[in-house]
């Protein structure tokens, strides 16, 4: 009795103890992480200097009962200071959903005799897979209920997905953490029965013109580096080992030409390929190598009739396309197609049995440009607008008169197009639906340059509602990226219309370090040039400000991954020129997880960052980390998001951000961080419903910093 009237009281207390604090408004503590000093420094260059209090925190089983603990503290808070704008979110959650057509079908594509498609069903968070034989009129089949196959878990993503030539098997890869390990399965789609677990951790697939041998592609299971290649007989019990990468800065991947001819193993790192290939109609033979190795020399392999077509920078950092002989692909024997061009970089090329489209990029946008084979014309595709982003869609057919890509831009919803290669007209398949009334004549887009210090024009695209003006600070939202040589293309988003709608300007910075202009503009922000990345990102903040776009008042930015590094650096660099920082899986704690091997990438990515066992390549890159240069002083409002079965970035690395910025900030301005402790990815959840909860939950936070929560 004495121990209910106890627990009653406890309970009494504590409800007592809520109503004051909400009736005064009292906002809950934070989480303090404890401090435990390590033993050892992480490196031989910098021998107790690199004391990281907060290594604890790292769990690489991620079952550590304390920080779990740590981690739920941190999302209770993280709610806590967030609850008032529960109906926010809702009102976002319904409007961004409310421009969703539920109900929806891709455009089919044609493989063999059927056409392949995804739908998707109204309240269901995946795609459903199917075709139809001989023509769209026919039967409709289901090869894969992405529903179905997620049922009780938390996460779900397809890979790979690969039909065997006779369009009698599936091969396909599934991954159920989040942790981007993927098992292969064959699927019988005469039987409708698969077999389960066919091989584990596997990257990439391709079927052999016999529709029975596979080749898949293992990775290591500490690095997640894919080293090993694979030969599988169906129905047999043989696994065969048939390649494996020893160079841990190289990385490998099986795929078949378009024409079906030949299996192509890449071996690639950062700077540097290698190609292997076997004729797709003698499975039990052996790879050939096309060509050896030499450092700074990326090639890569296609094929057409009795040639070989390899895009190559051997001549230029640009890339040139030249055809060789199968017989004898020796470099004497190369013939120039395309040549390398200073201005113009050749991201890639799309083989067909007439015609070669290269995907191009020039003047910061990407461009395609038709090569007719047999007349020996090329015809530049253009394009409607000054700001668009253009891909190549889905093209399985080696003998196709059309080729698919898809556009979009800003304003203009993402569109698939079928351009015909012989009369260069196009056609325009489908348009991403936008429900609600959607008027792109009501939002404006622009490309505007930031100066830096060494003379550089950076480009920002900017999107707004209505022309922007200059005599008044808006609300901005600036977005970045920076890294691999990856370019931040503009991409059109309805979900992005709850900002605009409510005044908010948003912006990308095109900075160096991406491939926005190309590989010079990749070099230019990496390795011992890195801190580009970083000035060039703050050189257009401030010319943003200094054109009364925005004010530093009214300033938000954001990034995920590379792109967290960069918000990390900045606002270390930089905290007062900054309302408001959202960071996504955030690449903070650069020293420690490079000066560790046995990470997934780490290794691999001493081509993008250094080598911090290096001298000059430490001491520069502890003089960015975020991690080790937050310091006492303000900082601006900051939500980080991760994810604790990401392996891309380690949970550890934003949860000690966080800790060491609650420790150091002299300021009260929210410190969130929001950790999915369930099985989700690198990208964050991965049901279209959960993903659109996730963003009405960052952007209602958003609004609130920028003052625009009514």
């Known amino acids: 009795m004495k121990a209910r009237i106890a627990a009653l009281l406890t309970l009494v207390i504590l409800a007592l103890i809520g109503f004051y604090q909400g009736a005064r408004m009292i906002p809950p503590k934070p989480p303090v992480a404890k401090k435990v000093l390590p033993t050892s420094s992480s490196s031989p260059l910098a021998p107790g200097a690199l004391a990281d209090e907060y290594a604890w925190l790292r769990d690489d089983e991620r079952s550590n009962p304390a920080v779990l603990a740590h981690l739920r503290a941190e999302n209770a808070y993280s709610d806590a200071m967030t609850r008032s704008l529960s109906e926010l979110r809702e009102t976002l959650y319904r409007e961004m959903r409310g421009r969703l057509k539920e109900d929806d079908t891709q455009v089919p594509y044609k493989l063999g005799a059927a056409f392949y498609y995804s739908r998707t069903e109204k309240d269901k968070q995946y795609p459903i897979r199917c075709r139809k034989a001989g023509s769209l009129e026919g039967r409709e089949e289901v090869l894969l209920d992405e529903n179905q196959m997620s049922e009780g878990k938390e996460f779900f993503d397809l890979g790979d997905f ?16 989040g942790y981007r390990q993927y098992v292969l399965h064959v699927k019988d789609l005469t039987t409708q029965k698969t077999l389960e677990n066919i091989a584990e951790r596997v990257t990439s697939v391709a079927w052999a013109a016999d529709n029975q041998t596979l080749f898949y592609v293992s990775e290591d299971p500490v690095t997640k580096r894919s080293s090993q290649l694979f030969r599988h007989v169906l129905g047999s019990r043989s696994h065969e080992l048939l390649y494996t990468e020893d160079n841990e800065l190289y990385g490998i991947e099986i795929a078949r030409t378009r024409s079906d001819a030949f299996l192509c193993l890449t071996s690639q790192s950062k700077t540097t390929t290698e190609v292997r290939y076997l004729a797709a109609d003698h499975p039990q033979e052996v790879f050939k190598l096309l060509l050896p190795r030499k450092e700074g020399h990326e090639y890569f392999l296609d094929h057409r009739g009795n040639d070989f077509l390899i895009r190559t920078n051997d001549l230029g950092k640009t890339f040139r396309l030249v055809k060789a002989p199968v017989s004898d692909a ?139 003006t200059h005599n008044t600070s808006h609300p901005l939202l600036l977005e970045a990226y920076g890294a691999y040589g990856i370019p931040s293309d503009v991409e059109f988003s309805s979900d992005r219309l709850s900002l605009l709608d409510r005044g908010v300007v948003y912006a990308i910075a095109h900075v160096r370090g991406g491939g926005d202009l190309g590989k010079d503009w990749h070099d230019q922000g990496k390795m011992m040039a890195k801190k580009n990345t970083f000035s ?145 990815g690198h990208g964050g959840a991965s049901g279209r419903y959960d993903k659109l909860h996730e963003t009405a939950y960052d952007y209602a936070f958003i609004l609130s910093q920028l003052g625009l929560a009514q």
């Open 330 to 468: 020796a470099p004497e024997r190369w013939s120039e197609v395309l040549p390398c061009r200073p201005a113009v970089t050749l991201e890639d090329v799309e083989c067909f049995e007439t015609h070669i489209v290269c995907i191009e990029r020039a003047e910061g946008l990407p461009q395609l440009t038709v090569l007719n084979l047999e007349k020996g014309t090329s015809e530049k595709v253009a394009f409607p607008e000054p700001v668009y982003s253009v891909r190549a869609g889905q093209n399985p057919e080696f003998h196709s008169s059309t080729f698919r890509f898809l556009y979009e831009s800003f304003t203009t919803p993402d569109s698939v197009f079928d351009y015909h290669l012989e009369t260069g007209a196009r056609e325009l398949k489908k348009q991403e639906a936008v429900l609600g009334g959607y008027d792109p004549t009501q939002y404006h887009a622009q490309r505007v340059y930031a100066t830096a210090s060494d003379g550089v024009q950076i480009p920002i695209s900017l999107l707004s509602k209505g022309p922007l």
């Open 536 to 680: 060039d990102f703050i050189t257009c903040a401030e010319y943003l400000v200094a054109q009364k776009t925005t004010s530093s008042e009214k300033l938000a930015i954001t990034g995920g991954s590379a792109g967290g590094l960069l918000m990390g650096a900045v606002t270390n660099m930089r905290p007062d020129l900054f309302k408001l920082v959202v960071s996504y899986v955030p690449f903070v704690d650069v020293i420690n997880t490079m000066l560790d091997e046995t990470l997934p990438l780490t290794v691999g990515e001493y081509l993008e960052w250094g080598n911090p066992h290096e001298r000059p390549a430490f001491d520069y890159m502890r003089s960015y980390s975020p991690y080790d240069n937050i310091r006492r002083t303000d900082y601006p409002a900051i939500l980080v998001r991760s994810a604790l079965f990401d392996s891309q970035v380690g949970y550890w690395e934003p949860a000690k951000y966080v800790a060491r910025l609650r420790e150091l900030k002299t300021d009260r301005n929210p410190l969130l961080l929001k950790v999915s402790l369930e099985p989700s």
């Open 162 to 177: 690969a039909v065997s030539l006779d369009g009698h098997r599936l091969a396909y890869t599934s991954d159920t953490l």
